[in-house]
């Protein structure tokens, strides 16, 4: 019975989006197409990633570190006009060579608010790539420890089953 009511409610329901009735379907078929549900799956693709790696609390705990971030990587790299491929140095001296520009003590003050606002944009996003690059790096390297660790657990296997195949 819950499948049907799911199908009616789907084909049939109107939701109320500033005074206009939209159909239920379009507004689900426009999520999964819009770029929330992209970075939705990408967060969720990491955060499993990150819990068979570090375990379920302290992922959570991490999760809750990031939460608080309204910006996107990739703005942040549009933000900063920068490639994604650009090395961590080049892109610390992206951001002082930018950051300079919009300095507030660097501008008249009546032109202070808005240089102070788009340089505070500006650290936000060189704070989200870097905090980001940290986090993919620190877990590259727990992958590969625990690569490491598999393969030596797996040599030591073999050797004392060589060593007891060997006393019989």
Avoid at 33 to 49: D, G, H, M, R, T
Avoid at 85 to 110: G, M, N, V, W
Avoid at 139 to 156: F, G
């Amino acid at each position: 019975m819950g499948s049907l009511q799911g199908c009616y409610y789907y084909n049939n329901a109107k939701v109320s989006i500033e005074g206009i009735e939209v159909p239920l379907r379009d507004v689900v078929i426009e999520f999964f197409n819009s770029p929330a549900w992209v970075e939705a799956q990408i967060a969720l693709k990491q955060f499993y990633e990150e819990v068979w790696i570090i375990g379920i609390v302290p992922a959570i705990n991490r999760l809750q570190l990031f939460n608080t971030e309204s910006l996107s990587e990739e703005a942040a790299y549009v933000l900063l006009g920068v490639e994604e491929t650009i090395s961590s140095t080049a892109l610390k001296k992206r951001f002082r060579a930018i950051s300079l520009e919009y300095h507030p003590d660097k501008h008249p003050p009546e032109k202070r608010e808005e240089a102070s606002k788009k340089f505070m944009e500006l650290k936000t996003a060189y704070e989200v790539i870097m905090k980001r690059r940290s986090y993919r790096t620190k877990i590259e390297s727990a992958k590969l420890l625990k690569e490491i660790s598999d393969r030596l657990n797996k040599m030591d296997k073999k050797k004392k089953q060589k060593e007891e195949s060997e006393e019989l």
